[in-house]
């Protein structure tokens, strides 16, 4: 199993982005996709989860700026994020678990699988 991560790059203060992540693999869903993010020199952080039956979860910094989404019938989950601020520059990365939402929330070591990270650059 495998979760493969698209998009990212370097876009400018004030802009949008979407990222996209592909559980391949697998036939069924994991009960909880998300998104972490680590700029340099800080620890992991939660931007946004989302179970197999839509219900969100944000990190308290993004709230009202990214939304995240899922596609069952491809295995996926993508993150919009607009209103890119700097502070947003960070690597993302796309994570997994079949563990509940709140549980996942609590600690990351309860994610099953994690992808490769993908550089999100928000530049001034």
């Known amino acids: 199993v495998q979760l493969q991560a698209s998009g990212g790059g370097l876009v400018q203060v004030g802009g949008s982005m979407r990222l996209s992540c592909t559980a391949t693999?697998?036939?069924?869903?994991?009960?909880?996709m998300s998104w972490y993010r680590q700029a340099p020199g800080k620890s992991r952080e939660l931007v946004a989860a989302?179970?197999?039956?839509?219900?969100?979860s944000y990190g308290s910094s993004v709230k009202g700026r990214f939304s995240i989404s899922r596609d069952g019938a491809n295995n996926a989950v993508h993150l919009k994020m607009n209103s890119l601020k700097p502070e947003d520059t960070a690597t993302y990365y796309c994570?997994?678990?079949?563990?509940?939402?709140?549980?996942?929330?609590?600690?990351?070591?309860?994610?099953?699988?994690w992808g490769r990270g993908t550089l999100v650059t928000v530049s001034s």
């Open positions: 693999g697998i036939a069924r869903g994991f009960v909880v």
């Open positions: 994570a997994a678990s079949d563990r509940s939402l709140s549980t996942v929330i609590r600690d990351q070591k309860h994610l099953e699988i």
């Open positions: 989302i179970t197999r039956g839509g219900t969100p």
